[in-house]
């Protein structure tokens, strides 16, 4: 077996603090775009980009069929104006699903038709020394949460004539920090930390001179946090098709800060038998540091492209991360484990050849996920049918 080629840790970290300082809430993704367009031109793997700026990739292999995607999203959480209100401040919508609890205290920039403004957002009562205890019985929601400009305003008109508008952009400082012990912490990690994973992994296989055995197209998305994210991004006869996103760490969950995690199945629905197993595989083959997990309140770009009606073969890689939409938390060893199994995947055969077209006709080629005798053995024994109806009269009638 082939070692792999290494994924360089510190360009991946380079890239992922270059992805952090462009603000990207969805809808407002051009400037990233564009940043990860550079760096695919200067690893040398060619693209196209849709008109809103989905970037389809191209990693050629040694056949073009059957082909596979793997996809990362660079759209973030975010807000966009609500409302001026008669005092100036702003009321302010969620883009994306996230608590409004986590965006209270927050540094944020308004992107504004003629500039940028800044501010906070703050609970509607945020003075203790005004409120005392009924600062602890505020409710938690994006009604109880307003947006305090830095620029003088006291009234909407103020704050109308600084060019603030409904529908204005808000996005929400990352505060990026990386530690000695690896540990990085920031906001919007989903999924720039992905992003940067799998840059490393295309610049790891083309520096290597290896050719993949089969075509991939690597997806950058826009709209995965609103849930449309791969819909409509897939123009190739793609059979297999890996979404790389947030493995969250918490109570309940099997993720790790240290292991990349294959998910088996989120909000909608288990993942493909095949394609993960293939993947979990590829991770003991290769000594990478892999779990298992599912996610229950949780979609993805595979999920999207399901939805969209292509009939393919889906997965989920995910880095694991502690308070996920919130002020995040990863490592660089669930980040270089996700980066390490993107490149062995990528340098892999396809889970099924004769995924190259429909099984027509035949089930001679099709896959079986019961392979050992024993997985059809059974403690509950269905009991033959002349046990539990009678059937005598229908042969009378039969001889009849």
Same mark, same amino acid.
Request: aromatic share 6%; charged share 25%.
């Given at each position: 077996?082939?070692?792999?080629?290494?994924?360089?840790?510190?360009?991946?970290?380079?890239?992922?603090?270059?992805?952090?300082?462009? #603000?990207? &809430?969805?809808? @407002?993704? %051009?400037?990233?775009?564009?940043? !990860?367009?550079?760096?695919?031109?200067?690893?040398?793997? &060619?693209?196209?980009? *849709?008109?809103?700026?989905?970037?389809?990739?191209?990693?050629?292999?040694?056949?073009?069929?059957?082909?596979?995607?793997?996809?990362?999203?660079?759209?973030?959480?975010?807000?966009?104006?609500?409302?001026?209100?008669?005092?100036?401040?702003?009321?302010?919508?969620?883009?994306?699903?996230?608590?409004?609890?986590?965006?209270?205290?927050?540094?944020? *920039?308004?992107?504004?038709? $003629?500039?940028?403004?800044?501010?906070?957002?703050?609970?509607?009562?945020?003075?203790?020394?005004?409120?005392?205890?009924?600062? %602890?019985?505020? #409710?938690?929601?994006?009604?109880?949460?307003?947006?305090?400009? /830095?620029?003088?305003?006291?009234?909407?008109? %103020?704050?109308?004539?600084?060019?603030?508008?409904?529908? /204005?952009?808000?996005?929400?400082?990352?505060?990026?920090?990386?530690?000695?012990?690896?540990?990085?912490?920031?906001?919007?990690?989903?999924?720039?930390?992905?992003?940067?994973?799998?840059?490393?992994?295309?610049?790891?296989?083309?520096?290597?001179?290896?050719?993949? &055995?089969? /075509?991939?197209?690597?997806?950058?998305?826009?709209?995965?946090?609103?849930?449309?994210?791969?819909?409509?991004?897939?123009?190739?006869?793609?059979?297999?098709?890996?979404?790389? %996103?947030?493995?969250? !760490?918490?109570?309940?969950? $099997?993720?790790?800060?240290?292991?990349?995690? !294959?998910?088996?199945?989120?909000?909608?629905?288990?993942?493909?038998?095949?394609?993960?197993?293939?993947?979990?595989?590829?991770?003991?083959?290769?000594?990478?540091?892999?779990?298992?997990?599912?996610?229950?309140?949780?979609?993805?770009?595979?999920?999207?492209?399901?939805?969209?009606?292509?009939?393919?073969?889906?997965?989920?890689?995910? @880095?694991?991360?502690?308070?996920?939409?919130?002020?995040?938390?990863?490592?660089?060893?669930?980040?270089?484990?996700?980066?390490?199994?993107?490149?062995?995947?990528?340098?892999?055969?396809?889970? @099924?050849?004769? /995924?190259?077209?429909?099984?027509?006709?035949?089930?001679?080629?099709?896959?079986?996920?019961?392979?050992? #005798? !024993?997985?059809?053995?059974?403690? *509950?024994?269905?009991?033959?049918?002349?046990?539990?109806?009678?059937?005598?009269?229908?042969?009378?009638?039969?001889?009849?």
């Amino acid at each position: 077996m082939s070692p792999l080629p290494q994924p360089d840790l510190n360009y991946l970290q380079r890239v992922l603090l270059e992805m952090l300082a462009i #603000p990207s &809430p969805t809808g @407002f993704t %051009d400037t990233i775009v564009r940043y !990860v367009g550079e760096r695919l031109e200067e690893i040398g793997v &060619p693209f196209e980009m *849709t008109r809103r700026g989905t970037i389809r990739a191209t990693l050629a292999g040694r056949r073009n069929s059957p082909d596979r995607a793997v996809s990362a999203h660079l759209d973030t959480i975010g807000a966009i104006v609500r409302e001026i209100k008669p005092n100036g401040r702003l009321a302010l919508a969620p883009v994306g699903c996230w608590s409004s609890r986590f965006a209270e205290g927050s540094r944020v *920039t308004v992107f504004c038709e $003629n500039g940028v403004l800044r501010g906070s957002v703050l609970p509607l009562l945020a003075s203790g020394h005004a409120f005392n205890t009924a600062v %602890d019985t505020l #409710p938690i929601s994006w009604d109880h949460v307003e947006l305090r400009l /830095d620029i003088y305003t006291v009234s909407r008109a %103020d704050s109308e004539t600084l060019g603030v508008a409904i529908g /204005d952009f808000v996005a929400f400082d990352p505060l990026p920090e990386f530690t000695e012990s690896g540990h990085i912490s920031a906001r919007h990690l989903d999924d720039k930390a992905g992003a940067a994973a799998l840059l490393a992994a295309l610049k790891a296989i083309r520096e290597s001179g290896r050719e993949p &055995p089969i /075509d991939c197209h690597p997806l950058f998305t826009i709209t995965e946090e609103i849930g449309s994210g791969a819909a409509g991004a897939l123009p190739w006869d793609v059979s297999e098709f890996v979404g790389i %996103d947030i493995a969250p !760490v918490a109570e309940g969950q $099997n993720s790790s800060e240290h292991a990349v995690s !294959v998910a088996l199945q989120d909000s909608g629905g288990p993942y493909d038998f095949h394609l993960s197993r293939h993947l979990l595989r590829l991770g003991e083959r290769h000594e990478i540091a892999v779990r298992r997990d599912l996610f229950r309140y949780y979609h993805s770009d595979a999920q999207s492209a399901i939805t969209a009606g292509h009939d393919i073969r889906t997965a989920l890689l995910a @880095f694991g991360c502690d308070a996920t939409h919130g002020y995040e938390r990863t490592h660089i060893d669930s980040l270089a484990a996700l980066a390490k199994l993107l490149t062995a995947y990528l340098l892999s055969p396809p889970v @099924f050849d004769s /995924d190259a077209k429909p099984h027509e006709g035949t089930l001679e080629r099709f896959s079986k996920q019961l392979e050992h #005798p !024993v997985h059809m053995e059974s403690t *509950t024994h269905v009991p033959p049918v002349d046990d539990l109806i009678d059937t005598s009269e229908d042969t009378d009638k039969s001889r009849d």
